[in-house]
């Protein structure tokens, strides 16, 4: 019977494991010009929590409220008549203008969403991702003429929601919702069973992994020499598997290591 230890090593985004399914996967639900935005949320940011100077540049003065934004945007302390359905303060994308910008929360977040206005109107993607890497992305047209303004995503884990949008306007941000907090496991092997299908051995791995990210899978049977199995292993979510033929090395022994490779 084989001996069953488990490995760890310090490197990031890497797992080890000595030879000793499941699959979760997220459906997501976009958030399109929504009248309410997210159905429950922990908490909103409306920019009326501290008081900037009227042009301010925004990046991390709301840190301490889960949010920060990238290059920058501008803090409007002042209403306009051309802007009738915004009140209070809010956040603007110029002057200069700033495009694409970026709402990058603290934490990782099952659900976000955040008031979007143009004038003019301007076609626009709006894109949710995690460590960098797009997760989950729609078109949308964003227009002041819009009853329903609300953008964003349910139901996927991301960091971070980018927008960028293709006319000569400019965009009002406010009211942005944060809803579930996620904390996400480190990357690491969880479960290894071997199975036998149609007389064929096969070991299958399952590793905590993050939505968006590729993965490599490699063995040895010493530690210091990693052999390649794969290297374009998609996530399947919150975990993710894959399968090995065969069982134990030429030694009676075999190692498996999982990389995160996302470019």
Not at 6 to 28: D, E, Q
Not at 31 to 56: Q, T, Y
Not at 121 to 130: E, H, I, N
């Amino acid at each position: 019977m084989p001996h069953y230890q488990r490995v760890t090593c310090s490197k990031v985004f890497t797992s080890i494991i000595f030879l000793n399914g499941f699959i979760n996967t997220l459906l997501s639900n976009p958030i399109d010009r929504s009248a309410s935005g997210l159905d429950e949320f922990k908490s909103v940011v409306d920019f009326s929590e501290m008081r900037l100077l009227d042009s301010s540049e925004v990046t991390n003065q709301f840190f301490q409220f889960g949010i920060t934004f990238a290059p920058r945007l501008f803090y409007r302390t002042t209403d306009n008549p051309d802007w009738a359905s915004v009140s209070g303060p809010n956040l603007r994308t110029g002057d200069p203008e700033v495009n694409p910008f970026s709402i990058i929360f603290n934490d990782a977040h099952r659900s976000a969403a955040v008031v979007l206005i143009a004038q003019p109107p301007t076609p626009a993607t709006v894109t949710a991702k995690l460590g960098g890497v797009d997760v989950e992305s729609f078109e949308t047209t964003i227009s002041i003429d819009n009853p329903d303004q609300y953008f964003g995503f349910e139901n996927i884990i991301f960091d971070e929601i980018e927008v960028s949008y293709t006319g000569a306007t400019r965009l009002r941000v406010d009211n942005v919702q944060l809803g579930e907090r996620v904390i996400l496991d480190p990357l690491k092997i969880i479960n290894i069973t071997h199975q036998e299908v149609d007389g064929e051995k096969l070991i299958e791995i399952v590793w905590n992994s993050r939505p968006g990210r590729i993965y490599a899978v490699y063995t040895s049977e010493d530690l210091s020499q990693w052999n390649e199995v794969d290297d374009d292993i998609s996530s399947a979510g919150e975990k993710t598997s894959f399968n090995i033929e065969g069982l134990l090395g030429k030694k009676g022994k075999v190692f498996y290591k999982v990389e995160d490779i996302t470019k």
